[in-house]
Structures are given as C-alpha cells and as structure tokens.
C-alpha cells in the first residue's frame, strides 16, 4: 500500500433524484475511501440502482455533487465516458454482444488493444484477469458469446472492468455481480477484489446475498425508500442485523380496518365466503425433496413476493399458459422449480402497460372492450349497444372521469392500469393474473385498485397477484414468497408486513441450488 | 458459511473437438457449400459454363445483385433492413447514364449527396429512434421520384470507359472472378478483422453494451449506413456498365433479393450476425438459382415460384441446423 492509499475515491454529497411522482434518490451521501469494498444493501426499489447510475454518470440527478478522485461535479451532470476517469460499471443485465467471439468482446472494452495485433493484445489483458479470478473458467478465445453459459458470461463481463486498457480502474461499481456465479466462482471473485483492494481500486457492490456483504467487505450502507439509513461495519454486521435495517417498520402504515375486517383468517384457510373448489395448483419439491403442493381456491387473493428475479414472474406466467382458452381446458405447465395445473380461464394485466398493454391509438372504450368483444357479438358484429353497456358498466365501477370516447393516451398513467384491469376483469375469466399492477401508480389510484381488486375477488374470481411492493401484500388473503424459484414460504395477508416479507425472502441464502442450476 | 460449500466445478472446460468443428464452420460455410453445388449442377448440365467466357456469362450479370447483398448486410448488421436499396441503385443507374456523361462534377456531387442520404436515414433511426423499414420504404419513394424526374423513360448512354472499367477481364481469370474475390476479402478482413469492424457488428448485437464500453452507437449506425450506401452505389455502377444505358426501375426486384441473400448467407435480423463470405455466397445461391432454373428449362412463369419454394428450403434447412445445435448444447 502506498502513501495515496488513505484519502476518498469517491464522495456523494446530498444527492436526490425524483422519477415523476415518486422520490427514488433522497437526499443520500456515500464515502468511499481508496481501497476499499464497500457494500450497499436494501430491497426491491430502495434506491441502489438509481444511486450506481448517478455516481457512473448515467443518470442526471437532481441535487447534489458526486466527486470522484479528488474531481467534484454537481449530480445533474451526465458523463458520456465513465472510464475515461477509471469508473467503471457491471450492470446487473449483461452488456455483451451475443453475436461477438470473447477476444473481440474483450477487445470491446479494452481501448487499449489496438493495432494489428489487437484481437490477441485484449484476449491477454482479459485472459489475465480471467485466469487471476475464476482460475477454472474454462473459457476459449474463440467461443461465440451467445455460446457460452449465463455464468460465463458473468465472469467474462466482471474480469473486464478490472483490466488496465488506457485508463486503469479507479472505483468499479458491480451491481449483483455474483447473480449467476457459483460458490467456488463467487469466492475466487471475492479474493480477486480484495487482491485489488491492496493496490487501490475501490468497489461498490450491491447484491441481495448479504452474507456475502459481510464476508468480504468493510463497510456496508443500508438504504430504504431512496435514504441511506446508516451505514454499518462488516466486521460486526449480521445478516439479521441488515434486514432489520432495511426492513425498519417505521413508515408501515396502519391497515385500513374495512380491509381486514372480515374473514380473513390465519395460516392459509381460504376465507369463509369462498368455495373449496382449487383454482390453481402449484407443485414443487419440498427442502426435503418430498412433493409438496400449494392450492389456490376459488375467491381467493394470493401475492407472489420475494425480490426481483427469484421465480414469481416465471411462475405467473407459467399458470397463465397452464390455464384454459375459449372452453377449451388447460394443460399442466412445468417451470424449473414447479408444476402447474390451472381450473378454468385467465386473464393477465401487465403492469408494463405501455408495452405489454394499451393500444396507444384508440379510445378508452375500445381499450376496455377488447377483450370482451365475443360476449358483446351477434352474429360475428359488435353490438355497440352491447359494447356501450359494458363499458359505462365499467366507467362506473373504476370511477374514471371524463368519456369514453377519448383516446387513451389522454388519461393519466394510474386510469390506464384501472383501464387495463377493467378490460381483464371484464372476460369474467376464472383467473385474473397481475403482474406488478400498480408500477409507477400513485397511492389514491392504488388504493381504489386494492377495492376493486377485493370485489373482483367477492363475485368468485380468483386472483394471483405478483408484486415488487412488499406494503401492498397486505392486501391479499395470503402470500407466497419466494426465495430462489421456490415458494419458502406461506403466510397470511394480515402477517404480511414488510419486514415478515424481507425476512423471508433473504432468508438462509446458503443453499446455492439455485446458483448451480445457474451456472450450468 | 461460506467456504464449507465451495465445491470445484466438474464442469468440462469446453474444448473438446466438436467445439472446435463448431466455431470452425460458421454460419457462412452452409451458404458457400450451396453456391458451389449450385455451380456443379451447372457445370455437369453445360460443361461450357466452366470456361472463362462461360464464367463471365454467368456470374457478371451476379455481380450488381451481389453488391447489393452486401449493401442489405450492413444494414442487417444495424439490426435494420433497407426496403429503399432498389430505387436506390435505380437512382445510381439513371445517374451515371445521364447526368455523369454531361456534367461529370454534377454527376459526383449528386453520388455524394445520396450517400450523405444513407447518413441522414441512420441518424434518424438512431436518434429519433425510428422504425428502419418505414424510413427506408419511405426513402425509396424518394429516390425513385429523382430517378423518374431525371430520366421518364429508360435510356441514356453510360460513359464508355465506365462500360470498359465494368467489363475488364483477363484472358486467363475471369474478371468477374477478381472482382468477386477482392471485395469479398475485403469486406470480410475489415468487419472480421479490424477493430472498428467488430464495434459494428457489436452495436448491431447489443447497442447499449458497446455504448457503455465508451463507443459511439450513433457512429456506427452512420458507419454502417454509409458502407451501404456505397456498396449500393458499386451495385449502380456494375448495373450500368453492363446495360449501358438508364432504367429508374431496373433494380426494383434486388429489394427482396438481397434481403433473402444476406439471410440465406447466414444472416439474422437480430442484428450483428452476419458474415461477408456468406453474403456473397448467399448473393450467388439466388442469382444461380434463377440462372440454373432456366437452364433445366424451368418455363419462365414458374421460375419465381420455384425460386422462392427453393429459398424457403434452404431457411428450412438452416433453421433445422440451428435447432439440432441447440439442442446439442443444451443437452
């Protein structure tokens, strides 16, 4: 270690950052002094990504200063080109150009390797760091990137932000950087970061296997709703001790008694107004390898949680293909960790509704009656008296104002959710399947979506609901969450707060199944 | 935890012969092979082909529409595809048959400003974020008109040293031969070989990775746009030194033919994959395809049809390729 090693690679002062409505970026500072790994833990939507993507200069904040290796900008400023100051960045959703051989990716990022020699010159420089950090990666300078596994790939894209190219590295960020690697990957990474730690490189790593965070950094911060909360030392973190930050209970607000007044009961009983009859069945295999089965019935509301990625969306999408189109029955669907066998028909809103859900160039009642136009048909023709009732039906039950004669683009983003799950709940389908309904969608909005939701559920459909926003959970009858494509766990919608939820979705992350099937 | 669970990766390391075979014969060799056996069946039915004159017979009036497969893979490479590329090597034609002949300074400065078109195009795509086919569809509108306002009907009469340069030949290889092999290493050493060359193919790949390893995805995009451009041009000008004279129109079939000749050379609209080898072997299977037909005596109504079925096959059979190492992978 030299004598510049003491001082701060990076300094993030007051930064905030505001996405429409919501705060992502509040008001947060972050040191980092040179050498040094530190980790930045939180759940689902607290902030991480936003905060990486200011400090690389991605992103434009909105106050604040960011100054890296002694050179302080103000937040709102863009850098087009990070690593010309030695920042360099792995995103958590791979950056490679599938059609590219590894030494021309290699190539790609190593600005240095140029002349004749430039294929053989990257593949070196990458070849270096590669057999220095994963020394068993097994990965040829010819193979095609689109031939190689998702772990490879990975360990391909974290080697290169580590090699020298024209401006060595000052601060590398690493976003999940480990997703896929497995446990001999994921501690030969380790060793290889804290190597370059002694020579002065900083890192700032976010990922959700805190144990990892504590094994192998210094300081952790812990954020929350866009705040960093504190920040705490490795050396004497556990893991409960960050959930319990992350999960701090402060702002839970109190349940709105009409929701929870009647017929909930405890452990997984489907309410007292619901029938027997199971709608969806979801089979897995038990931590002991026995089957074990998890029943939907008819009436009910279950929420899938757990963090990003670890198996809710393929298994809502898994029982809408299990499930029956136009009369006809479903067929049994497997996932890599479960069988599906659905009842009866589905119907999904897409809470990415600009891509996955509205036609942008017509009227709102065009968008409601979509999916119905069978039922509102004689003879092959819509019916616009027919079509006209169903959706003034509707207009009266979302509350939408204005007419329905105009054009969707016009309503806010929350109406066209409303308008979206109208068109679904409209088939009368047996099944109506959410997936994060209420994205981007502001708490009056949401809160008439929970009723609407509560009704649907009280005339007999069934409903599945996936959610990256743990506080809304609270409105289902249970939950399930999930923790490396598994269901772990059950619990009842009034159990389920925000912290039950972190809790269980971190839960004991060592059993690396999930990673292995990954790395495959 | 963690070091109690660290295991070693039984993992094989991948080098195994079959990998290597694999990388070996890329997407350009099926293509290649298909060109040659077409060639074959050519030569077995009319031993004459294989001579010099028979060679310059048969492959010069190729060479236009090879250009223009070649023009169609860059833009492939963008990840685009370029509906305008027949009304523009149309526009080239009608240019170097009325305009260059008269006013050769003219002449040039209007060969720039459709290149400078194909800039402009990319630019739009890029920034604007414009669907490449409604842009193109809508330039080729635009290039036909010029086209049509310079020249109503065919005619004009191209320079004849244009005509000679086009038609230059040895007496022991054919010129076309040369042309053919020259542009093809070139093309391949520059996308395959050179640095910038691989950037273009990786910001057709994945735009916002080469973007985040500090290129510019809006230079590439110009770049490739650019080299269509030109290649589109050397299309015009092979065109009209064959022909001698302008046809606005003349070019209008090369649209769907040079889009199916950078696919059947191993192409993907993904974007990023393609092969400069497997476009001009890609380019030769559909010109000899049509060229063969006629030698069997295939009625000319029915060549179209048999064109495309045979076409059809060949995407079957490359489809089946793909699908069987898929599954070889994975297993």
């Known amino acids: 270690m030299s004598d510049r090693s003491r001082g701060d690679t990076l300094v993030v002062e007051g930064v905030s950052k505001r996405f429409g409505s919501t705060l992502a970026v509040d008001d947060a500072s972050i040191r980092v002094t040179r050498g040094e790994l530190i980790g930045i833990a939180g759940h689902n939507g607290a902030g991480k990504s936003t905060i990486l993507k200011i400090i690389n200069g991605q992103l434009a904040g909105d106050a604040g200063s960011v100054t890296v290796n002694d050179v302080k900008r103000a937040a709102d400023q863009t850098v087009a080109h990070p690593e010309k100051i030695g920042v360099r960045t792995v995103y958590q959703e791979l950056s490679l150009c ?263 160039l017509w009227d709102v009642a065009k968008n409601i009656s979509f999916s119905s136009l069978a039922s509102v048909s004689s003879a092959g023709l819509i019916r616009s008296d027919s079509e006209s009732a169903l959706v003034g039906d509707w207009y009266r039950r979302l509350g939408i104002k204005g007419t329905s004669a105009d054009p969707i683009t016009s309503l806010s983003g929350g109406t066209q959710q409303k308008a979206l799950m109208a068109r679904a709940m409209a088939v009368g389908s047996d099944l109506l399947l959410l997936e994060d309904p209420t994205r981007g969608v502001d708490q009056a909005t949401k809160s008439d979506v929970y009723e609407l939701l509560r009704s649907q559920a009280d005339t007999g459909q069934t409903i599945v609901w996936y959610s990256t926003e743990n506080e809304e959970l609270r409105n289902c009858d249970r939950v399930f969450v999930f923790r490396s494509g598994r269901v772990v766990a059950t619990i009842s919608g009034s159990d389920a707060t925000e912290d039950v939820i972190i809790a269980l979705s971190f839960g004991d992350s060592t059993d690396s199944t999930h990673e292995e099937e990954l790395a495959r | 935890m963690t070091t109690s669970t660290v295991t070693r990766s039984p993992r094989p390391l991948g080098s195994s012969m079959r990998d290597r075979l694999g990388s070996a014969f890329g997407s350009w060799f099926l293509p290649s092979v298909a060109a040659v056996a077409i060639f074959a069946i050519m030569v077995a039915l009319r031993p004459l082909v294989a001579s010099t004159t028979g060679l310059n017979l048969v492959l010069a009036p190729l060479i236009p529409l090879v250009f223009a497969v070649l023009a169609q893979m860059f833009v492939v490479a963008a990840g685009d595809i370029d509906l305008g590329i027949g009304s523009f090597i149309g526009l080239a034609n009608v240019v170097m048959a009325v305009v260059l002949p008269t006013d050769l300074v003219g002449g040039l400065l209007l060969l720039l400003v459709m290149l400078a078109g194909y800039a402009g195009m990319a630019v739009l795509i890029s920034v604007r974020g414009l669907p490449s086919i409604v842009v193109t569809l809508g330039m080729s509108f635009v290039w036909l008109g010029i086209a049509i306002l310079i020249l109503p009907t065919p005619g004009g009469a191209v320079a004849p040293e244009l005509v000679s340069f086009v038609r230059f030949t040895t007496p022991v290889v054919p010129g076309v031969v040369i042309v053919l ?11 395959n070989r050179t640095k910038y060359g691989t950037v273009l193919r990786g910001s057709g790949s994945n735009a916002e990775g080469v973007r985040r390893a500090g290129w510019s995805v809006l230079r590439a995009k110009v770049s490739l746009y650019v080299l269509a451009g030109f290649f589109g041009l050397l299309s015009g000008l092979y065109l009209s030194g064959q022909t001698g004279g302008g046809d606005p129109y003349i070019a209008s079939s090369y649209v769907l033919l040079s889009i199916a000749g950078v696919i059947v050379g191993g192409g993907s609209f993904r974007g990023g994959e393609v092969s400069a080898v497997g476009a001009v072997a890609g380019g030769l299977v559909v010109g000899l395809l049509g060229a063969l037909l006629q030698f069997i005596g295939v009625q000319s109504s029915f060549q179209a049809a048999a064109q495309g079925l045979v076409l059809v096959l060949v995407l079957v059979l490359r489809a089946s390729v793909a699908w069987i190492q898929k599954v070889r992978r994975t297993r």
Request: aromatic share 6%; proline share 3%.
């Open chain 2, 181 to 191: 092999t020259i542009t093809t290493v070139l093309v391949a050493l520059f996308l």
């Open chain 1, 98 to 360: 599938a059609s590219l051989r590894v030494d021309e990716t290699a190539a790609i990022f190593d600005h240095s390797a140029r002349g004749l020699g430039w294929r053989r010159t990257a593949w070196k420089n990458l070849a270096a760091v590669l057999d220095d950090m994963f020394p068993e990666h097994g990965i040829r300078r010819e193979a095609k990137i689109n031939d190689l596994s998702i772990a490879r790939r990975q360990m391909i894209e974290c080697a290169s932000a580590f090699i020298d190219s024209t401006v060595p590295p000052v601060l590398v960020i690493l976003d999940e950087p480990t997703s896929s690697l497995d446990a001999a990957a994921t501690v030969g990474f380790y060793a290889y970061l804290q190597r370059r730690a002694a020579e002065g490189v900083s890192v700032i790593i976010t990922t959700h296997r805190l144990h990892e965070m504590i094994d192998n950094l210094s300081r952790i911060y812990v954020m929350r709703d866009g705040r960093v909360l504190g920040e705490h030392a490795a050396a004497t973190a556990t893991k409960d001790s960050l959930v319990d930050a992350m999960g701090l209970a402060s702002h839970e607000e109190a349940r709105t008694p009409t929701a929870s007044a009647l017929g909930r009961e405890t452990g997984g009983v489907a309410r007292s107004t619901s029938s027997n009859e199971v709608i969806v069945r979801l089979e897995q295999s038990g931590e002991d390898g026995s089957p074990e089965a998890l029943e939907v019935r008819r009436g009910e509301i279950v929420g899938f949680a757990g963090l990003e990625g670890h198996g809710q969306l393929t298994a809502l999408e898994a029982v809408y293909r299990a499930a029956g189109r136009r009369g006809r029955a479903g067929r049994n669907r497997r996932t890599p960790h479960h069988s599906v066998a659905v009842t009866g028909d589905a119907a999904y809103v897409s809470g990415d509704r600009g891509v996955r859900g509205i036609f942008p």
